[in-house]
């Protein structure tokens, strides 16, 4: 099954020049998501970590599904002031704009090893400031693992140079 093919690019969304890869075909179909899932977790499995970062938005379906098969808990990167208690928060530039996640500072243990969770990897600046959050909150970043990687924008050089190891199921 060639996941690829479940994946269409939707050009010029959000804005021109951006090319837009859309899941819900992936989603739809449930022999198409468990292969993803599956192919998630072979990755994950190189990896020494105790919970799981589902980046907001649809990096909660993935991070969700994925750390239910591997049997990890499952913490979420949300967009400003959506989280009811206390918040660690980093900024970061996008490849349309500005934003900022937040983590509730209650939410992970002690020692935790987070693996960083989105569905792609465009240029990187979202699994950084992910890691920046988790490492500034007093946790260790274990990777960062994504659906699909577009390569054209260079996102696993720039995560390399951060340090931050990662793996992708897809690459286009």
Request: proline share 5%; no cysteine; net charge negative.
């Amino acid at each position: 099954m060639n996941l690829l093919d479940y994946l269409p690019g939707v050009p010029d969304f959000p804005k021109p020049g951006i090319l837009f890869r859309d899941i819900s075909p992936l989603l739809v179909n449930p022999q198409a998501f468990k292969e993803a899932i599956n192919q998630l977790n072979l990755l994950a499995q190189e990896f020494d970590y105790t919970h799981i970062l589902g980046i907001e938005s649809r990096g909660f379906i993935f991070g969700s599904a994925l750390a239910h098969h591997a049997h990890k808990g499952l913490a979420l990167a949300r967009k400003p002031n959506k989280l009811p208690l206390a918040t660690h928060r980093e900024s970061y530039g996008l490849e349309y704009g500005a934003d900022s996640l937040e983590i509730q500072q209650s939410t992970l243990p002690a020692g935790a090893k987070v693996l960083l969770l989105d569905d792609v990897l465009a240029t990187g600046g979202t699994l950084i400031a992910a890691d920046k959050l988790i490492r500034s909150a007093g946790f260790e970043v274990a990777g960062a693992l994504t659906l699909l990687e577009i390569e054209l924008l260079n996102g696993s050089k720039l995560l390399n140079q951060h340090h931050i190891i990662n793996k992708s199921v897809l690459k286009s």
